[in-house]
């Protein structure tokens, strides 16, 4: 099996982690320009600039992408999302497969262009929502679709993510742009979700970019807001993130007349109606199951499908 890595930052690496031990005879061929990181923990706090992780990944290295004379079987593109679209079109014709970290380009015509493409080819694309791999999310899913007395009222969802990555320039996040749609980009990963669990009717979508103070003037909060359903009955729903929030509170939950339930990323939780389970996994876990789930499925189907439009779906509200 051959699979390839564009970019050795913090995300290169880990896909580059989970597929070399998911894959350990399979060869890894990694580009990354003129950009050189040193390696970078697990648990993304430490780097080592005294080594190089493509000799400890034991990833074979590419100077260029321009004469690329080998089939890969999954291309992932871990870059930032202005380059994106560019990577796409340098391993469209040598990739079964192309996973591309979040958000799918920083284009509305972009965008377009990859959907058509990958729907007239049958190209697997998928944009990077791990969110979509992580064993709560499924459960809320697999309840609020089997649980028939919601009369749903509202859903919330607030993640904290100070020093989440300690290798992050805020400056040159979404969030410091002071377009206020770059906060539907930052929020990109929640909003997929919920996309998922709420497709279709939805009514207004607002977005706020703001300061806590914590970084100084940098806009390190977004929020997005709005209402789903009909005229009669509508859910109201609000995401947040906040990378100045000290609280490292990563919650959410459905609220409804006749049910209730709660989510809780940072002990792995989650609550329906009173009674609580926990759930035990890693974040490489939700990676390995994503590229293990890409590596297996053998067309778009419809699940990639309705994936692919959800992401393009976030370009259109955020350009």
Same mark, same amino acid.
């Given at each position: ?88 079109? $340098?391993?469209?014709?040598? /990739?079964?497969?192309? #996973?591309? +970290?979040?958000?799918? @380009?920083?284009?509305? =015509?972009? %965008? ?93 979508? $607002?977005?706020?970019?703001? /300061?806590?103070?914590? #970084?100084? +003037?940098?806009?390190? @909060?977004?929020?997005? =807001?709005? %209402? ?92």
């Amino acid at each position: 099996m051959n699979l390839l890595v564009i970019g050795l930052g913090s995300a290169g690496q880990r896909h580059a982690r989970v597929m070399r031990r998911l894959y350990p005879k399979s060869d890894i061929y990694v580009y990354r320009g003129s950009h050189f990181a040193g390696l970078i923990d697990k648990d993304l706090k430490n780097i080592d600039t005294k080594v190089d992780p493509i000799t400890h990944y034991n990833l074979i290295e590419l100077k260029n992408l321009d004469k690329l004379d080998i089939i890969i079987d999954l291309t992932v593109i871990a870059t930032p999302d202005s380059s994106h679209f560019f990577y796409a079109g $340098k391993v469209w014709d040598n /990739s079964h497969r192309i #996973l591309i +970290e979040k958000p799918l @380009t920083n284009s509305i =015509t972009d %965008s377009h262009l990859l959907t058509k493409n990958a729907l007239a080819k049958n190209k697997i694309l998928y944009t990077g929502y791990q969110h979509n791999f992580n064993p709560i999310f499924e459960k809320v899913i697999s309840i609020y679709n089997s649980y028939s007395n919601w009369n749903l009222l509202s859903c919330e969802f607030h993640e904290s993510l100070h020093d989440m990555n300690v290798f992050r320039d805020m400056n040159k996040h979404f969030l410091a742009n002071s377009n206020e749609s770059n906060a539907l980009l930052a929020l990109s990963h929640e909003i997929d979700f919920v996309f998922r669990l709420l497709p279709g009717n939805w009514i207004e979508i $607002k977005s706020q970019l703001f /300061s806590s103070g914590t #970084l100084g +003037e940098v806009l390190d @909060t977004a929020k997005v =807001t709005g %209402s789903y359903g009909g005229s009669a009955s509508q859910i109201e729903v609000s995401i947040s993130l906040g990378y100045g929030d000290i609280s490292k509170s990563r919650k959410g939950s459905l609220v409804g007349k006749d049910a209730k339930l709660h989510w809780d990323l940072s002990d792995k939780s989650l609550t329906f109606n009173g009674e609580t389970s926990y759930f035990n996994y890693e974040p490489d876990d939700l990676i390995s199951a994503e590229i293990e789930y890409l590596i297996n499925v053998k067309d778009l189907d419809l699940n990639l499908r309705d994936a692919l439009n959800r992401a393009v779906r976030i370009i259109e509200l955020s350009y």
